[in-house]
């Protein structure tokens, strides 16, 4: 299996050179050169994550030389449970809880899987890898805990100063040793701006060896891909029918995870796509038009992006437009909606939703009666309320508890620098 540039096909990979380089040298993004069609039956025995993921990424890794470490790969990285859990009496749905890792949010799916393999593959190596990330909030504390500790790499991590939310902010911040956390003067757009002009930088590219943990590495979406496996799965033995995913997205890398799945003949229905206030791909998908903008800080903070990278990977997949609105739906939810769903969904389902996973339970309280009833839906529950205590408790009138993990960083002195969101500054901090 080869891995080919969302700008020309010419630039192909192996699998550890993809994961390894993160970009591809004309800066387009890695994805497979061909998606293996598999069956239901193909899965047959697999329950657990780890067997379901094994064998659902073994094309991909065909021919790789981390191809016999697969399954020590999945089970290193997905050793926490993912349950798929009933909405509430009354409907046909079920929540996908993501948050039981060990930063009680999805990010640890891709992280985790990502510094298995190139903890494995920087093995003996002379020189230290240098790991890149943009975060808007999620992604940069699941990196650095993955990464954290691991010898001959190092975390460099840079989130939108006063855009995040506290505790995000404490899991940022944490971790020192191998991590540097960089405090950035602008929004998640400019973080992840200062990455792509890092990876493209002649003098630090000379004197240091560069990889990013952004889903814009595609080590990051293949194991997001395992857990919408599993999910339609068991829906499908449980049903007969096909699951319809409501996403929250931002940076576009978990819904590519789940198109991935279908399009790979998967049982997955309809795709529904939702949006905090920042709607350029809701209005693309309506209009036609691509028209990137400035990110609008909201309370669903990890998805406030106003220039998504993996939509470069999408319209790779469907080029046309009218293609890509036919494959995927997409929702605009305000943060006054937000409220409301986290107030509403406590008081008469039972459910403690945070800002993120609010917006699918809000897309899904929007659906007509009849296409909510046409098949099995689920929600993908992204981040642990726990995470935004300031939001959700005063809206249900208790406290959230705190998993055992997330409140053991929370205890953790913070090591961090300020930057302003320039491409000098950064490099000035890697010497």
């Given at each position: 299996?080869r891995?080919?540039?969302?700008?020309?096909?010419?630039?192909?990979?192996?699998?550890?050179?993809?994961?390894?380089?993160?970009?591809?040298?004309d800066?387009?993004?890695?994805?497979?050169?061909?998606?293996?069609?598999?069956?239901?039956?193909?899965?047959?025995?697999?329950?657990?994550?780890?067997?379901?993921?094994?064998?659902?990424?073994?094309?991909?890794?065909?021919?790789?030389g981390?191809?016999?470490?697969?399954?020590?790969?999945?089970?290193?990285?997905?050793?926490?449970?993912?349950?798929?859990?009933?909405?509430?009496?009354?409907?046909?749905?079920?929540?996908?809880?993501?948050?039981?890792?060990?930063?009680?949010?999805?990010?640890?799916?891709?992280?985790?899987?990502?510094?298995?393999?190139?903890?494995?593959?920087?093995?003996?190596?002379?020189r230290?890898?240098?790991?890149?990330?943009?975060?808007?909030?999620?992604?940069?504390?699941?990196?650095?805990?993955?990464?954290?500790?691991?010898?001959?790499?190092?975390?460099?991590?840079?989130?939108?100063?006063?855009?995040?939310?506290?505790?995000?902010?404490?899991?940022?911040?944490?971790?020192?040793?191998?991590?540097?956390?960089?405090?950035?003067?602008?929004?998640?757009?400019?973080?992840?701006?200062l990455?792509?002009?890092?990876?493209?930088?002649?003098?630090?590219?000379?004197?240091?060896?560069?990889?990013?943990?952004?889903?814009?590495?595609?080590?990051?979406?293949?194991?997001?891909?395992?857990?919408?496996?599993?999910?339609?799965?068991?829906?499908?033995?449980?049903?007969?029918?096909?699951?319809?995913?409501?996403?929250?997205?931002?940076?576009?890398?978990?819904?590519?995870?789940?198109?991935?799945a279908?399009?790979?003949?998967?049982?997955?229905?309809?795709?529904?796509?939702?949006?905090?206030?920042?709607?350029?791909?809701?209005?693309?998908?309506?209009s036609?038009?691509?028209?990137?903008?400035?990110?609008?800080?909201?309370?669903?903070?990890?998805?406030?992006?106003?220039?998504?990278?993996?939509?470069?990977?999408?319209?790779?997949?469907?080029?046309?437009?009218r293609?890509?609105?036919?494959?995927?739906?997409?929702?605009?939810?305000?943060?006054?909606?937000?409220?409301?769903?986290?107030?509403?969904?406590?008081?008469?389902?039972?459910?403690?939703?945070?800002?993120?996973?609010?917006?699918?339970a809000?897309?899904?309280?929007?659906?007509?009666?009849?296409?909510?009833?046409?098949?099995?839906?689920?929600?993908?529950?992204?981040?642990?309320?726990?995470?935004?205590?300031?939001?959700?408790?005063?809206?249900?009138g208790?406290?959230?508890?705190?998993?055992?993990?997330?409140?053991?960083?929370?205890?953790?002195p913070?090591?961090?620098?300020?930057?302003?969101?320039?491409?000098?500054?950064?490099?000035?901090?890697?010497?």
């Amino acid at each position: 299996m080869r891995f080919i540039s969302t700008r020309d096909a010419a630039h192909s990979a192996t699998l550890s050179q993809a994961l390894r380089r993160g970009l591809a040298p004309d800066g387009g993004l890695y994805v497979p050169e061909r998606f293996p069609v598999r069956s239901v039956a193909e899965f047959d025995g697999a329950g657990p994550l780890p067997s379901v993921a094994t064998r659902f990424l073994k094309p991909f890794f065909e021919d790789d030389g981390l191809a016999p470490e697969l399954g020590a790969i999945v089970r290193e990285a997905f050793d926490f449970p993912v349950p798929l859990e009933p909405l509430g009496t009354g409907h046909d749905a079920a929540v996908l809880e993501l948050f039981h890792g060990p930063t009680a949010a999805f990010k640890d799916f891709g992280a985790r899987f990502l510094a298995a393999c190139l903890g494995r593959l920087h093995q003996g190596a002379s020189r230290t890898l240098t790991i890149l990330v943009a975060t808007s909030g999620d992604t940069g504390g699941a990196v650095a805990a993955a990464f954290h500790g691991r010898p001959g790499i190092e975390v460099v991590v840079l989130y939108p100063r006063g855009l995040v939310s506290p505790r995000q902010e404490l899991q940022l911040t944490c971790w020192g040793g191998n991590v540097r956390s960089l405090s950035v003067a602008g929004t998640f757009d400019d973080c992840q701006r200062l990455v792509k002009a890092a990876f493209a930088d002649p003098a630090l590219a000379a004197r240091r060896e560069l990889s990013s943990a952004n889903s814009i590495n595609v080590g990051r979406l293949l194991p997001q891909a395992c857990y919408y496996v599993q999910a339609s799965l068991a829906t499908w033995r449980r049903t007969g029918q096909l699951a319809n995913f409501i996403v929250p997205s931002g940076n576009l890398g978990n819904v590519l995870a789940c198109v991935w799945a279908r399009r790979m003949g998967l049982p997955i229905g309809d795709i529904l796509l939702a949006f905090n206030a920042n709607r350029t791909v809701p209005d693309y998908l309506a209009s036609g038009v691509w028209q990137p903008r400035a990110s609008i800080p909201t309370l669903a903070s990890a998805m406030d992006v106003g220039n998504p990278s993996n939509m470069e990977r999408l319209r790779h997949l469907y080029p046309e437009w009218r293609e890509l609105a036919n494959c995927v739906g997409a929702v605009s939810v305000s943060d006054a909606e937000i409220r409301e769903r986290i107030r509403i969904d406590r008081e008469r389902l039972g459910q403690t939703w945070c800002p993120h996973t609010a917006t699918a339970a809000e897309a899904y309280a929007r659906l007509a009666p009849e296409r909510r009833a046409a098949g099995p839906w689920v929600l993908v529950a992204t981040a642990h309320p726990a995470k935004f205590p300031e939001t959700v408790e005063p809206l249900i009138g208790a406290t959230v508890p705190v998993p055992p993990a997330l409140a053991r960083l929370l205890t953790l002195p913070r090591h961090v620098t300020e930057i302003p969101a320039t491409l000098e500054a950064l490099s000035a901090v890697l010497p």
